[in-house]
């Protein structure tokens, strides 16, 4: 039966359905059809339709069928309204392990409640309070469903609360537990950023924060997003029978998820989301595309929130590693602010531990961080007076988690550390585990140390960017992966080796939460290191971080910048560019403008001696700047990439692209095409997200020369001609948009 909202608000038959115990209401926007078993169920004015026993998640893109029935909630039906054919079989929805026991959407639930729910950035849906239906229920579950406008995209997230009288222990959680109807004979699952293929039976690992199964010869396929964190996200397909899971990882893995929850107590679990798609033979598209819309729009990591996105960066690590003081500092940057750089980091060596000695060493003096004054006179707010003074906001390398063994806070408090196997303080970073070198734990109170350190270098110095360095849970260069976590049995948040992963992360997240609450526009930079794996980036870093120091790349040009682009092409459009810190290119290589032109694709951070590049040199730099802050208060370019269309991964031999234009405005933006090492020096161009009825105009930066005017479909359908004379070597271009001719 289906009413209206006002028919149910003025007649007797919301009275009749509350005693039946059943009822559903559908949103404005997004129609969410619920069963409803308590008699104090709100009904929001907004929701005009109402129906017996599913909950349906429809939002006029995607529709999802959810039945609670014999006890049961389960998924029977996931389709696109587009072609109403289902993509899954009668599944679980959910599932998860609680003292050893599994549970899932069939085992047995009293549903207590349910509720309408919305999000800041347009996201509408439903939460389903379930109870374990026993005599003595252990737990409670929140499912959480989230859809977006026009959008074939579900979030959902799990809420599990522990209302018996003793702790319980949850292990092997999948927000999504669904069995597909793609055959795995004739599906290709996409991972790795969603850049490689894979046949057969898959599990993936941390650097899959989506992955894609795209059925060949149906040509669809659904989209998984993983939201959580570093290496404790698992999203898997056809581990049983072409079935998918994203979740986290499980016991008898290499770095297994586990979290104890006290009674009365509540733990809510990272999110996911999936993502429909169909008549396509490519399934990156909806990477690109839908994906890419959907973590602009509406996930919103850090970097696409702040109001003015550093265009051009520079960091002190290469040449001159620890080996800095004060009159360096000044020097380099002078030089930089000639080149037009606006964020000047500092690297390792500015610190010192009390009673410690100066030294060019890496990998001492953490722990105390005070400055080293024997090589910065009067400490760093002359330093930095001296940055801000020249245009350019200051920045310093801090490791997160480190302390050396004469560290004033090692000694004071071992108790902060990650403990080994053997009770002794661990060194999470390095495999031999070497005396002399520890790891901090963020399961203790060193997370109030270092918060209040940073704040302080906030408060005292003016710091603007901070550049948070080595491992706090694993490490990219350990093999071991005994030697990651904390063993502590003793410490306040985790009670074990494996609840201490996700508490580490966690209380990691929270930090930087807290720091951008304290200290709005301070630019956090959590380093792969941190992260744990190698290049390691996701969105659970993204929405908490506005970038993430993916690579160390010092090749001089052509290579160098090839390794970038193809750094950049790999993570993106999966996750924002603008996130990935990629460097460490030179600024004194002969042939740097090809590397800035590729640095451009991401943020660019440029490192190397700009006091060795000659004056006209700087200038062209300092052009090339100017040019970027333009076209970003112009156009926001920083926050969209895509690929070029016809053109691949970066390699040597060929051509490659990309292009950064707002998707939303259709305005314009900016667009890179490189020659690296092709044998032909032309090649056919082909944007995208352009209004076919509008007129554009091509300009070739930095100097803004006009090179072609079209129509938006032009431009899209016939495209127009590049050409780079030279072997290695690139062309960017302003696009702009409703230009009268």
Not at 509 to 535: I, N, R, S, W, Y
Not at 690 to 703: G, K, M, S, W
Request: proline share 4%; charged share 25%.
């Amino acid at each position: 039966m289906l009413i209206t909202y006002e028919e149910f608000k003025n007649t007797k038959f919301s009275d009749n359905l509350k005693k039946a115990n059943k009822s559903l209401i559908s949103m404005k926007k997004i129609v969410v059809v619920f069963l409803g078993l308590l008699a104090n169920q709100v009904f929001a004015q907004d929701y005009s339709a109402i129906r017996n026993d599913m909950i349906l998640l429809d939002n006029g893109v995607v529709v999802r069928k959810l039945i609670y029935s014999n006890d049961s909630l389960y998924s029977s039906s996931l389709t696109l309204r587009s072609d109403n054919e289902s993509y899954i079989h009668k599944s679980k929805d959910f599932s998860f392990f609680i003292d050893d026991k599994q549970y899932n959407g069939f085992s047995g639930w009293t549903l207590m409640d349910t509720q309408i729910i919305q999000d800041s950035t347009g996201g509408n849906g439903v939460k389903i309070l379930l109870r374990e239906k026993t005599d003595k229920p252990k737990i409670q579950v929140e499912l959480n469903y989230l859809l977006y406008p026009a959008l074939p995209l579900i979030r959902k997230w799990i809420t599990i609360s522990n209302i018996s009288t003793t702790e319980i222990k949850l292990e092997s959680l999948n927000n999504e537990d669904l069995i597909t109807k793609f055959r795995n004979t004739h599906s290709i699952v996409y991972h790795n950023y969603a850049r490689m293929k894979h046949l057969g039976r898959f599990v993936g690992d941390w650097h899959d924060p989506v992955v894609v199964v795209h059925q060949i010869r149906q040509r669809k396929g659904i989209a998984l997003g993983n939201e959580a964190i570093g290496v404790l996200k698992r999203t898997a397909y056809h581990t049983i029978n072409n079935n998918i899971e994203i979740g986290l990882t499980k016991p008898g893995q290499n770095f297994p998820f586990r979290k104890w929850i006290k009674p009365g107590e509540s733990w809510q679990g990272p999110r996911s989301f999936i993502c429909l798609y169909s008549n396509e033979d490519d399934g990156f598209q909806v990477v690109e595309n839908e994906v890419n819309e959907f973590v602009i729009k509406h996930m919103i990591p850090r970097i696409l929130q702040i109001k003015e996105k550093p265009t051009f960066v520079y960091n002190t690590w290469n040449p001159f590693r620890t080996a800095i003081n004060d009159t360096l500092i000044w020097d380099v940057a002078k030089a930089a602010s000639e080149c037009g750089i606006q964020e000047f980091i500092i690297d390792d060596g500015w610190q010192i531990n009390y009673n410690g000695e100066s030294s060019t060493n890496r990998g001492v003096n953490f722990g105390d961080w005070l400055v080293d004054e024997k090589k910065f006179q009067g400490g760093l707010k002359p330093t930095f007076d001296s940055i801000k003074a020249l245009g350019m906001k200051p920045g310093l390398w801090i490791s997160l988690a480190s302390a050396t063994g004469d560290a004033r806070v090692f000694i004071e408090h071992p108790e902060w550390f990650v403990q080994r196997p053997d009770g002794k303080p661990g060194n999470l970073h390095y495999e031999s585990n070497q005396e002399g070198y520890y790891s901090a734990s963020f399961g203790t109170d060193w997370y109030d140390y270092i918060k209040e350190t940073i704040l302080r270098l906030v408060e005292e110095y003016g710091l603007a960017y901070a550049k948070l360095d080595l491992a706090v849970v694993t490490s990219p260069y350990v093999n071991n992966d005994s030697i990651s976590g904390s063993y502590a049995t003793d410490h306040p948040y985790h009670k074990d080796h494996e609840e201490s992963f996700i508490v580490l992360y966690e209380r990691l997240m929270k930090l930087f939460d807290e720091l951008h609450q304290e200290a709005p526009d301070l630019f956090l930079d959590c380093t792969f290191e941190t992260a744990g794996k190698l290049q390691l980036m996701d969105y659970a870093i993204a929405q908490h971080a506005e970038g993430n120091w993916l690579a160390n790349f010092e090749e001089p040009s052509p290579l160098g910048p090839l390794r970038v682009r193809q750094m950049a092409w790999w993570r993106s459009p999966a996750l924002p560019a603008s996130s990935l810190v990629i460097g460490n290119l030179p600024m004194n290589d002969p042939d740097f403008e090809f590397g800035l032109k590729s640095l451009i694709g991401t943020l660019p951070i440029v490192l190397g001696d700009p006091r060795k590049i000659p004056g006209d040199k700087r200038k062209i730099i300092h052009n090339w700047s100017s040019w970027m802050q333009r076209m970003q208060k112009k156009y926001d370019y920083m926050s969209y990439r895509k690929d070029l269309s016809g053109f691949g991964e970066p390699k040597e031999g060929s051509w490659d692209g990309w292009q950064r234009i707002n998707f939303q405005s259709k305005e314009g933006g900016i667009f890179g095409v490189f020659r690296q090492g092709a044998l032909e020096d032309t090649r056919k161009v082909f944007l995208k997200d352009l209004y076919p009825d509008e007129n554009y105009v091509i300009r070739l930066a930095p100097n803004g020369n006009i090179v072609y005017k079209a129509s938006g479909k032009e431009l899209m359908q016939t495209g127009f001609t590049v050409q780079i004379n030279s072997t290695y070597d690139a062309n960017i271009y302003e696009v702009g948009g409703k230009i009268k001719w």
